[in-house]
């Protein structure tokens, strides 16, 4: 268990309306990273952070923005949800003395 | 631009059977390597991961992947397969010459393992 959690764990909403998904880590590492899980594609990383205030886009960024105000929290805001980012949200951390990430519990999320 | 391929995307063995799960990357340089596990319902957990050294690295869950420089590849392996296997696998790499951070998966395995 590495100390991560994600909120909500569900959400069902409706297309057009901006939605945040929290994750929270008790554990003070500096790396956190948001990931989209979806059939037939795996994980794709979508923003991750390398400490407060600095973040950086990864591979399917189009549609989200992230915020690190504080080194325990990594939100991601989809601004004006759409269908297609229904999915499943994972939150990872990385261990500073190698390259292992921890992924939290996931949040699932529908837009209708 | 790095990518994972892992050639089985669903895997039906008997309990008992050994099972090999290929993982191929298309990376030039330095790479650290990882096989997840994701359970039903669950979210992923680190099976095994490849740094540098011995090329035969051993996870948990009897588990054990070797990783071949010249093919590009980190085959998953298990002698002998449980009903508890029963899960999704995901190979990832990361490479260390440029590009976003983060890990980059493959699709995923599908294994059933029947009783």
């Known amino acids: 268990d590495a100390g991560i959690t994600q909120s909500p764990r569900h959400k069902v909403t409706e297309t057009g309306t901006p939605v945040t998904l929290r994750c929270h880590q008790t554990?003070?590492?500096?790396?956190m990273y948001w990931y989209r899980q979806d059939p037939g594609h795996g994980l794709r990383l979508i923003h991750y952070s390398y400490g407060v205030k600095d973040t950086d886009k990864g591979e399917v960024s189009d549609g989200y923005s992230v915020s690190r105000s504080k080194t325990e929290d990594f939100l991601l805001t989809l601004e004006s949800a759409t269908s297609s980012q229904t999915s499943v949200y994972f939150c990872?951390?990385?261990?500073?003395?190698?390259?292992?990430?921890?992924f939290g519990p996931g949040t699932r999320l529908t837009v209708t | 631009a790095q990518s994972v391929s892992q050639h089985n995307h669903h895997v039906i063995l008997s309990e008992a059977a050994s099972l090999e799960l290929g993982c191929n990357y298309s990376y030039g340089g330095t790479v650290n390597l990882f096989w997840y596990v994701q359970y039903p319902g669950q979210h992923l957990q680190l099976l095994l991961k490849?740094?540098?050294?011995?090329?035969l690295v051993k996870g948990i869950k009897g588990f054990e992947a070797e990783f071949i420089k010249s093919k590009f590849s980190f085959n998953l392996r298990k002698p002998s397969v449980q009903w508890s296997d029963t899960a999704e696998y995901f190979c990832?790499?990361?490479?260390?010459?440029?590009?976003?951070?983060?890990?980059?998966f493959g699709k995923g395995t599908h294994l059933i393992i029947q009783p």
């Open positions: 554990e003070n590492h500096r790396y």
């Open positions: 490849y740094f540098s050294g011995d090329p």
């Open positions: 990832a790499v990361k490479g260390w010459e440029g590009g976003a951070d983060g890990l980059t």
């Open positions: 990872a951390i990385r261990d500073d003395q190698n390259y292992e990430q921890y």
